[in-house]
């Protein structure tokens, strides 16, 4: 026998109001006495013993048949229940079988059922059709389905070229490190495609069972942007070089450009270097004398007390003495062969044979490479990693090192973390006084009437606390997981470290108070440790 969920039918006789209950077949839904109470009410029978029809519906294995009520009512149609799908996009209907004497319901009165639900799109003809001859009940079936919404794609742009070139100085076979031979520019040649523009593709609207309108998400068009010495194709689809040059990709604006090169020091007979590309000195940059450049800046002398300001990246084949003024930023990397009384700022990496008394900061990474590299002094500030060969002396010279995350983040999280905790022993408390009141309804004890206020309140309590609870979950995972990334920064010491260093990671503190060679400083379970390396 098919699978059947279990029905009601009212029988209306002359001393009163019986209803027939019929159990469920092959693992169907059984009758609940929800779904009894709404039917009685819908048909305004109220005169009967909850508690007794309660107490027959639990457990039911055969046919019943039991009196409601000795008043007696008017024969009672087919019935129809019309629910909507939480997301509007499909409908189901379930029937209930008319009383004797009552009428079936025909094609016209579902449609309307439907109508009156407010189903405008997709009722399912063949569904309604088979629901009139062979009627269906006590039973949930989707009638009506929406055409669902077709998203589109974004715009998206493939470049041909290297968009994040990395200057790495050489590492020669003696440990010492080569700073000379330094390639930050990435060549291209006349005619040579930069750029595809792969296009957006709209969407197509859905519509729900409502007959409202649902849009697709906004799309993301792009466009080819570019500067000087470019083209694009008559379709503006492909970008090219009109010139040999170099090429860098700026945020989304691609740039070609020839380097401005100078040919000995920047000083008073050169004056400030302000350029839309990369500049390459051939000699020294003097003291009080700055280099903005729009592209990358390579100098393959010393730079003194002087400012070098790049959107790119700044290479230094020796270094920069910045006598306490000296300043290099940049939204790259920034590699040098030393840093001596300096103040160094670089989205990327820095890179230096040895750091003397100054003030570097790295969105990423700190390395100090070299056979007889070291670092003295000076504050150390880097996200995710510091690699030094030697850090501070035998003098005892302070020197700060700092890695990882606010303080600020670190107590939302617990504020988060403990309101999350009472949440969920709230939402305990409210699970067993609902519990509680279920199974006196299921052990057929009356529930007293001031008692429903409070399993009504209870029951929104948890629903409210639910939905509190799964935002926290988000939050508080989506923070862990920024946590985690900033805390993994590391201190790598590959020689000697000395008392006198000072290292913070997230929001704690190790002071070096003995020589340690080898080792390396991370965070692990709330502290600083540290393990050879």
Known sequence: MAKRNGYFQLQIEENGVYIQIFPPVENGEAVTISDVMDYLNSA???DYDLNSLNRVLIGLQEPIT???TQTVCDAVNEKAKVQVAADRMSAT??????SNKGKLMSKKDIVDELN???I????IERIVDVLVATPIFCHDIVVAKGKPVVEGT????EYHFDTKPLAKPKLNEDGTV????????TRVEKDQLLATLIPEVAGEEGIDVLGNRILPHKIRKA???CGRNIRLSDDRLQMFSDVNGDVKLEGDTVFVSDSFTVPADVDASTGDIIYEGNVIVNGNVRTGFTIRARGDIQVKGVVEGANLYSDGNIVLSRGIQGMNRGRLEAKGDIVTKFIESATVKAGGNVRSGSILHSQIEAGDTILCEGKKSFVIGGNLNALNLIDIKTMGNQMGTITNVKLGMDLAVLDHLKEMEQEFKTNAETIEKCNQVLILFKKRLESGQKIPPDKVALIQATGKDKQRLTERQEELGESIKSTKEMIDLNNKGRLRVSDMIYPGVRILIGNCTYIVKEELKYCQFFLKDGEIVVESY
């Open 120 to 123: 405008k799109y997709g009722i």
């Open 66 to 68: 039991m009196k409601l």
């Open 223 to 225: 466009v080819l942007k």
């Open 116 to 118: 009156f639900a407010g």
């Open 44 to 46: 305004k029978i109220s």
């Open 178 to 185: 080569d700073f000379h031979q330094l390639n930050i520019f």
């Open 93 to 98: 209907i379930r029937l209930y079988p008319p």
């Open 154 to 157: 974004d715009a998206r742009i």
